[in-house]
């Protein structure tokens, strides 16, 4: 597999609102949107980009806004490119607890597919372990980083168990990981028997929540920065998923009638590969 190097470009910074800053993807696969959020005493750091080196590089960004204040990071979930570059912020790191037990659980596993990948991404990770979380907490945490409260708040199962968004209320701002994206298809980790914990059906309602929460500001996991409409397209896209996939269960090719639809009616989106492991998850979905 022939990847591009997923390098995060931390030049190519943006302040989407007031002390809110957003490192974009580029759209380049494998790198994610990353924020930094700054307070009076403090900074937060959501997500590190793959590996180490692009983490220090996030790093020392976030430490030329700190100027000496303290800085936390916290990862939207556990997926390599969003978590495993966390050992760079030494005795910082935040997580919720299942998002916790998915790095103690998968991690290694996620580790050894994406060195698969070979080529810059295999490097990128050549040096690195799976990140161990220096907090965990139960519930939902708000963190005072001085004059403004961070809200970090577990979702529950969707795209992983230990998905996380990650709310500046003051500003009206929500980095959401890769519960949305703009400009592709869902990401569906569904790996049946490695990996089966992403639920679609747990999705759509994480999303309908997010909607309903109306911020002004969504920063997705990938793609274009936006506003509630990313939330509303992911959410309509998850229900046409889970609608066509159900209406063509007993078919003998429902994956590839469901991407002939879906890809006529979004023929700009890319990742069209994660079409079929939605469907396999939604065929899967049990309501036990």
Not at 5 to 18: F, G, L, N, R
Not at 73 to 94: D, I
Not at 122 to 134: E, G, Q, T
Not at 150 to 168: A, I
Request: with cysteine.
């Amino acid at each position: 597999m022939n990847l591009p190097d997923p390098v995060v470009q931390v030049s190519s910074a943006v302040e989407v609102a007031p002390d809110v800053v957003v490192i974009p993807n580029g759209h380049v696969g494998l790198v994610p949107n990353i924020g930094v959020i700054g307070g009076t005493d403090a900074v937060l750091v959501v997500d590190t980009g793959l590996g180490a080196a692009n983490a220090s590089e996030v790093l020392a960004f976030a430490s030329e806004i700190a100027r000496g204040r303290r800085i936390h990071l916290t990862t939207t979930h556990f997926h390599p490119e969003h978590a495993f570059g966390a050992a760079v912020f030494v005795g910082s790191y935040l997580v919720n607890r299942a998002q916790a037990l998915d790095l103690a659980r998968k991690g290694a596993g996620y580790l050894e597919m994406f060195r698969g990948f070979g080529g810059a991404v295999a490097d990128r990770l050549a040096d690195v372990s799976v990140p161990v979380p220096d907090e965990v907490f139960d519930g939902v945490r708000t963190l005072d980083l001085g004059g403004r409260s961070v809200v970090l708040r577990p979702t529950g199962r969707g795209h992983t168990l230990g998905d996380q968004v990650v709310e500046v209320p003051d500003a009206g701002v929500l980095f959401t990981g890769d519960l949305a994206e703009t400009g592709q298809f869902a990401i569906f980790p569904w790996f049946p028997p490695h990996d089966t914990d992403v639920s679609g059906v747990g999705w759509i309602e994480v999303m309908d929540r997010l909607v309903a929460s109306a911020p002004r500001i969504v920063v997705p996991g990938h793609g274009t920065v936006g506003g509630p409409e990313v939330l509303a397209g992911m959410r309509d896209y998850l229900r046409e998923l889970r609608d066509e996939t159900w209406r063509r269960r007993d078919s003998a090719d429902v994956a590839a009638e469901v991407r002939a639809v879906l890809v006529e009616r979004y023929p700009e989106w890319t990742g069209q590969e994660w079409i079929e492991r939605g469907v396999g998850c939604f065929c899967n979905f049990s309501a036990d």
